[in-house]
């Protein structure tokens, strides 16, 4: 009989002892419980896997392995297992140490009948409470979309209390992380948590919309405002009125639609292209991007005002590889997903396959280990992953090919001595380097150079005399 098809809850019962064994499943199948048996670890732990049972009944004793190695692997498993486990006389100690170690309860030998049913009908009864509290959760959280985000690690939890702490607030956030950390994800449950949760979450990707159309996707246009508007359409800010309006990849912004967001933000009113009319809406801004804005802004190619502006709230993600505990909780719960995605029984990791997961450094962080399991999922023949199925190749060597993070220009700026000393050291270097281009953009036209830095001819002669320029 497969596990999908049966309506009452397996318990499987572990003791070397057939007799007890057979009493015990014939008082517990009376009950309406189906029991399958082993004799040791070895054979409970095969078990475990096979039957995915709700409860396990185990004695402490066993001739191979013992009642805390089944507990172990019942919780590796799955945490929310009960496990029970049934000690002989004078075994007190080691029936404390189990609980410690998470058993649910112990049951002393020889085995009250009634007793037994009681633990056993008492944790299913909880364990059936807890399952639906969870999947009563899940809808709950759907309802109002807020996603799941799946990890553990203090790095993890402390950007997560973040940002449980800023979402009912009105508060721009900026959110930073490498690619595939999860920017969007979180901007989701950033929204999902606000009072603004029935409101509409409108995204817009800055990066993959061309320069010419972003202006009108964000603040809409009138019919004729351009060759091809044919039709008066709102744009996402007007859209996203009342909920929360995400612009991904803000860094590759160009910089006069910074300026425009800027007065949104701090006017909250905008025009269509091709309107007069201010529009006023109310809108919560968050804000992602993988790249260094603070550098961007050194460069000129973001503005400083609207820097400061978004980054009142910076939450920055921590690459997977800085939270390499959460790899293999991830990677369960993808399992989990694909699997019902793909209608499977979910095929367990094997502990090369976890260690192979543990190895990789994860360029593509989350992404790329969800990329990574649901490959994985597909080619599982029967109910293990194995290492081979994950691609990962040998460890070390990807960390070592991960690419270094980019380098900052800025970097390179030689900034010793005095301020004065170090500012005019860079001016002098951009004054010539601008007078060199518009020297060879005119052809060494002195008169038509001149015109195109906006600098008195006489100013032209004596720069190209103090610089030493001449024609290439
Ligand atoms: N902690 C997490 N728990 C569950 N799923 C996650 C988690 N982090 C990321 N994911 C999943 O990983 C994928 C990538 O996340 P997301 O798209 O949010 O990343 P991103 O930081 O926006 O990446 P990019 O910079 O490339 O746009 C998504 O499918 C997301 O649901
Ligand atoms: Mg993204």
Not at 127 to 153: D, Q, Y
Not at 383 to 404: F, M, S, Y
Request: charged letters at 25%; a negative charge.
């Amino acid at each position: 009989m497969s596990a999908s098809t049966r309506e009452t809850p397996d318990v499987l019962l572990v003791d070397d002892n057939d007799d007890l064994r057979y009493v015990l499943a014939t008082v517990l199948s009376r009950h309406g419980y189906h029991v399958v048996e082993a004799a040791d670890e070895p054979a409970a732990v095969d078990a475990l896997r096979l039957h995915r049972p709700s409860l396990v009944l185990s004695d402490l004793r066993l001739p191979t392995g013992d009642g805390l190695g089944v507990l172990r692997a019942a919780k590796e498993l799955d945490p929310a297992l009960p496990v029970i486990l049934m000690t002989g006389y004078g075994a007190i100690e080691e029936a404390v140490t189990a609980v410690r170690e998470g058993a649910l309860d112990y049951l002393p030998k020889p085995v009250d009948h009634e007793h037994l049913v009681l633990m056993v009908s008492r944790a299913i009864e909880q364990r059936r409470l807890v399952t639906e509290n969870l999947l009563l959760k899940e809808a709950l959280g759907s309802r109002h979309g807020a996603p799941t985000i799946i990890g553990e690690h203090p790095l993890l939890l402390e950007v997560l209390k973040s940002l449980r702490r800023v979402a009912p607030t009105e508060t721009t956030v900026l959110l930073g992380g490498e690619s595939g950390t999860g920017k969007e994800l979180f901007a989701r449950a950033l929204h999902a948590h606000s009072d603004r949760a029935d409101g509409p979450f409108v995204a817009i990707n800055c990066a993959a919309i061309p320069e010419t159309l972003l202006e009108s996707e964000l603040f809409g246009h009138e019919k004729g405002a351009f060759t091809g508007a044919n039709a008066r359409k709102p744009g996402k800010f007007e859209v996203a009125h009342g909920g929360t309006l995400f612009l991904d990849e803000i860094g590759e912004m160009p910089v006069n639609l910074q300026a425009k967001v800027l007065r949104v933000l701090e006017e909250r009113s905008f025009e269509r292209v091709g309107s007069n009319t201010t529009l006023h809406v109310d809108v919560r801004l968050v804000a992602a991007t993988n790249r260094d804005l603070r550098a961007a802004v050194a460069a000129r190619t973001f503005r400083e005002d609207l820097f400061f502006r978004l980054s009142v709230f910076p939450i920055t993600i921590p690459p997977l590889r800085d939270r390499p505990t959460d790899v293999p909780i991830l990677a369960r719960h993808f399992v989990e997903r694909f699997a019902r995605e793909q209608n499977k029984r979910p095929p367990h990791l094997s502990t090369t396959a976890i260690e192979a997961l543990e190895r990789h450094a994860w360029p593509g962080n989350v992404r790329e280990l969800q990329n990574c399991i649901e490959r994985a999922v597909i080619l599982a023949e029967g109910d293990t992953i194995h290492a081979q199925q994950l691609n990962l190749g040998a460890g070390e060597i990807v960390r070592e090919a991960h690419p270094a993070p980019p380098r900052d220009p800025w970097d390179e700026i030689d900034l010793s001595g005095t301020l004065p000393e170090a500012s005019r050291r860079v001016l002098m270097e951009v004054e010539r380097r601008k007078i060199a281009q518009a020297l060879e953009d005119a052809r060494w036209d002195h008169a038509k150079a001149s015109a195109a830095l906006q600098i008195p001819p006489r100013l032209l002669l004596a720069r190209i005399r103090d610089f030493k320029l001449a024609p290439r």
